[in-house]
Each structure stands twice: as structure tokens, then as C-alpha cells.
């Protein structure tokens, strides 16, 4: 891990916190990764950001609480803003929802929705980022509706939006996610990109990829 998820780390550990740190060396990560085939192939072609976005669905799924990216700090106590609930998280931007900080019951009915989604639509969709996919199925699709759900706003969870010097947190502000891009750095990306296309689609997309030096 990168110096910053250690200093997140430590940083909740010392707020008196308690966390679980997920790895390889768990064997549910193992039979998870196995039993999609999205996140198998992902796996295989090093797309591990992508992995991620579907592994912390099924964590959720098993234990319930809230999950954090490891590069996300923690200000005030969130848990308050989720009593009461069954599925929460905020937005990242104006457009679209963020994955860094989810909040998830066990049973949330929205939860499953978006593992199934994984799981297998996916393959018909031509998303495949984790906050455009949660954007549109709880916003556009309307999964919000489905059980007790709140969609905070930006400076919620987010508030940190890469200013280059002098940052300073909105009072409302409970999470710092500090944004740091590792999947767009991911090669590969072309099989993301042409998943739900048909033969003649994703020959144009790899050669376009290829070719012309377009990603």
C-alpha cells in the first residue's frame, strides 16, 4: 500500500476506531473473485480497482457497516448521518455518486441489487466504473426507492476536490476522500471499454486502442 493508506489507517485506528483490513490473504476475497466472472477477469488482467468495486459490495454483504477506501480519512463520526438506515452514500461531484465510503446493511435489498449487477448484467452494459454504476442504478434506475436510503451531498464525504493548495473542509464535512486515481492508471482498459459489444464492436475498439493510441 501507498505511505497515504497508511497514514488513513493509522489515523482511524487512533480515533478508536475498529477496522477490517481486506487482502488477498483472506479466502473469502479468493472465492469471491472466483465466483464472478467479471471480477475473475479483471483479476487476471491486473484491473484491480475494478475488483475492488465489486469486492466491497459482497463485504458489505456479508458483515454490514460502512466501508472505506484507503484513502479516505475520517473527520466526525459518520455513523449518526446513518441511523435508521439501510443504504447510504454521497456524492462525489455534481454528477455522480461515489464508491470511496458506502454504507450498507447486511440485508439492504440495494445492496444485492448492485452485486447482481456485477454479477451478471454487466456484460450487457458499457458501464463499468464503480461511481457511474451506482449513479445509475440508485439515481437513474431509481434503487433508492427500494428500502431506507439517503444520498448525501459533495461535502459530505467528499469535500476534498484536488485543490492544488489551501484546502479547507466544509463544517458539514464528516469523510476526506483524497483521490487518488489508481484504476486510471490500470492497463487493460480497453477490455472495460468494449465488454458489452459484440464481435465487430470490440475489434474496433482494440484496433482504435492499438492503432490510433487511444485508451
Not at 14 to 20: D, E, V
Not at 135 to 143: E, I
Amino acid at each position: 500500500m501507498p505511505p497515504l493508506a497508511h497514514a488513513c489507517i493509522d489515523d482511524w485506528s487512533k480515533q478508536g476506531y475498529h477496522y477490517r483490513l481486506w487482502t488477498e490473504s483472506d479466502q473469502a476475497i479468493n472465492e469471491w473473485v472466483d465466483s464472478c466472472a467479471f471480477a475473475k477477469v479483471c483479476y487476471q488482467k491486473k484491473l484491480y480497482a475494478f475488483v475492488s468495486d465489486y469486492l466491497r459490495l459482497k463485504v458489505l454483504q456479508r458483515d454490514g457497516g460502512l466501508y472505506l477506501d484507503t484513502d479516505v480519512t475520517i473527520r466526525k463520526d459518520p455513523f449518526p448521518l446513518f441511523s435508521g438506515l439501510q443504504f447510504s452514500v454521497g456524492y462525489e461531484n455534481q454528477d455522480f455518486l461515489g464508491t470511496a465510503s458506502i454504507y450498507a446493511e447486511k440485508n439492504s435489498r440495494i445492496l444485492a441489487a448492485l452485486i447482481d449487477f456485477y454479477e451478471s448484467a454487466i456484460w450487457e452494459s458499457p458501464l463499468y466504473i464503480g461511481p457511474q454504476i451506482l449513479t445509475s442504478l440508485l439515481v437513474d434506475k431509481g434503487l433508492q426507492e427500494l428500502e431506507r436510503c439517503k444520498l448525501y451531498p459533495v461535502e459530505y464525504f467528499y469535500g476534498y476536490q484536488q485543490e492544488p493548495m489551501n484546502f479547507v473542509a466544509p463544517d458539514n464535512s464528516y469523510l476526506i476522500h483524497w483521490f487518488q486515481h489508481s484504476w486510471g492508471r490500470a492497463p487493460g482498459l480497453v477490455f472495460l471499454k468494449s465488454k458489452h459489444l459484440g464481435f465487430w464492436g470490440r475489434l474496433y475498439t482494440w484496433q482504435k486502442y492499438f492503432f490510433r493510441g487511444r485508451s
